[in-house]
């Protein structure tokens, strides 16, 4: 589904018929990406539209989670080795440790490409729902 252009004259005209016909005197759609306002009197019609200002930043990394309670593995539990090689280059998709629940082992997915720059837990930790576990720095 596409957003309508509220900056389309076609559009805006449209709006403004329909108004005058229902005998509405004003309408204002704010979004995020704008603000439009048109008000409609006996001498016709006065739109304003604003542009919003420019978009603060958005987060520069993001922090993996444990999804549940359990031990936490910075590997593999098999696998050689745990090798600290850090930052390094990780995408959405890649496993970066596990939660130990009993015998079960829950991968951690990044959720996030970008550089996995932290290891917040200590292995063999207990972690809780929610406790931090890696931080991704995210590609600007």
Do not use: W
Not at 61 to 85: L, Q, T
């Amino acid at each position: 589904m596409s957003a309508i252009d509220f900056s389309d004259p076609t559009t805006i005209a449209f709006l403004t018929d329909a108004l005058t016909a229902a005998g509405v005197e004003g309408l204002e759609i704010s979004r995020p990406d704008g603000q439009l306002r048109i008000v409609v009197s006996g001498e016709g019609a006065r739109i304003g539209a604003h542009e919003a200002a420019g978009r603060a930043p958005g987060p520069t990394s993001a922090v993996v989670k444990a999804p549940v309670a359990g031990h936490f593995c910075a590997a593999y539990p098999a696998a050689p080795a745990v090798s600290g090689n850090l930052p390094r280059s990780v995408s959405d998709a890649d496993i970066l440790g596990f939660v130990r629940v009993g015998h079960v082992l829950l991968p951690l997915c990044a959720g996030r490409s970008g550089v996995l720059t932290k290891l917040l837990a200590e292995p063999g930790a207990l972690v809780g729902f929610g406790d931090p576990l890696f931080e991704i720095e995210l590609p600007s």
